[in-house]
T-cell receptor, first 116, second 114 residues
Framework: GAVVSQHPSWVICKSGTSVKIECRSL??????MFWYRQFPKQSLMLMAT?????????EQGVEKDKFLINHASLTLSTLTVTSAHPEDSSFYIC????????????FGQGTRLTVV | QKEVEQDPGPLSVPEGAIVSLNCTYS??????FMWYRQYSRKGPELLMY????GNKEDGRFTAQVDKSSKYISLFIRDSQPSDSATYLC??????????????FGKGTKLSVIP
């Protein structure tokens, strides 16, 4: 299977600070990556679609100025949570699919964000 | 009605039992069907991937798709304590312009008791 690596796996930050989460496809190139958020005992909620070389597409209700996405290369997308607040505490997960006819999605390990 | 329905459980079975996990869906545009396993505080791990009606087997896991009934299942034979996790179904539909939309079930939490 294809490997997607996410870093860091957990982070604790103070309220008002910004946190950057990285998502890398290790053995394939991904023109599109996806960012999800998961609350305890809930399923994954798509936040945005990250497109290499262009602006991300955000789902309804997701603040694009708060959740900044940069997809600078074919193997790296970053999600920056700006001016984090305790209600932003959640599990953030990225995914990508290898393309070339393969439509299954592979996920990173997830990042547990706690804002104190 | 939600696009994908999945019983959240929890489901508790003894070691060695056969486990049946299910999802129903309403959108006939879904063409690809996946099952993921998610351990606590980890990202989902792809288990099975199918795109046609019928059965697909991989070791102790069998994925079953019935497009006419809009019903998919994952069977786990000879269940092990290490199978204890949350299982998510994920369905994919083509959403135009070369992109796909992935819709998840809520996940079923499974506990296999030694």
């Amino acid at each position: 299977g294809a490997v997607v690596s996410q870093h860091p796996s957990w982070v604790i930050c103070k309220s008002g600070t910004s946190v950057k989460i990285e998502c890398r496809s290790l053995d394939f190139q991904a023109t599109t990556m996806f960012w999800y958020r998961q609350f305890p005992k809930q399923s994954l909620m798509l936040m945005a679609t990250s497109n290499e070389g262009s602006k991300a597409t955000y789902e309804q209700g997701v603040e694009k100025d708060k959740f900044l996405i940069n997809h600078a290369s074919l193997t790296l997308s970053t999600l920056t949570v700006t001016s984090a607040h305790p209600e932003d505490s959640s599990f953030y997960i990225c995914s990508a699919n290898p393309g070339q006819g393969r439509t299954e999605a592979f996920f990173g390990q997830g990042t547990r964000l706690t804002v104190v | 009605q939600k696009e994908v329905e999945q019983d959240p459980g929890p489901l508790s079975v003894p070691e060695g039992a056969i486990v049946s996990l299910n999802c129903t869906y309403s959108n006939s545009a879904f063409q690809y069907f996946m099952w993921y396993r998610q351990y606590s505080r980890k990202g989902p791990e792809l288990l099975m991937y199918t795109y046609s009606s019928g059965n697909k087997e991989d070791g102790r896991f069998t994925a079953q798709v019935d497009k006419s009934s809009k019903y998919i299942s994952l069977f786990i034979r000879d269940s092990q304590p290490s199978d204890s996790a949350t299982y998510l179904c994920a369905l994919r539909a083509y959403s135009g312009a070369g992109s796909y939309q992935l819709t998840f079930g809520k996940g079923t939490k499974l506990s296999v008791i030694p």
